[in-house]
């Protein structure tokens, strides 16, 4: 059971990124997934998941400018990240779970590796 992000990089204030986290080993289309970040200095927070159910809920802070969707076909969920914010600045986690409602009920079993988000003012 592993997850792979990828997708991050340093872009302008204003700018788009898209990340990318593909599962193996088990299926993202049945499981509760999302993405979590956590900046310098600052406790992890939850960006944006999607429900066993299919319902897709996103933070306050990125409301109106983040999407989050998956790919069953490809096994793969992605965060679609505009008009970004120096605030958004931070290590982005995708994570997944094949058991609970959401992934932030408790802790997820799954995590991807990570993804550098920098932007720059």
């Known amino acids: 059971v592993q997850l792979q992000a990828s997708g991050g990089g340093l872009v302008q204030a204003g700018g788009s990124l898209r990340l990318s986290c593909t599962a193996s080993g088990f299926t993202l289309g049945s499981s509760a997934i999302g993405w979590y970040r956590q900046a310098p200095g600052k406790e992890r927070e939850w960006v944006s998941y999607i429900t066993s159910t299919d319902s897709a809920v996103l933070s306050d802070s990125v409301k109106g400018r983040f999407t989050i969707s998956r790919d069953n076909a490809r096994n793969t969920m992605y965060l679609q990240m505009n008009n970004l914010k120096p605030e958004d600045t931070a290590v982005y986690y995708c994570?997944?779970?094949?058991?609970?409602?959401?992934?932030?009920?408790?802790?997820?079993?799954?995590w991807g590796q990570g993804t550098q988000v920098t932007v720059s003012s």
């Open positions: 994570a997944a779970d094949q058991s609970l409602h959401s992934i932030v009920i408790l802790s997820p079993e799954s």
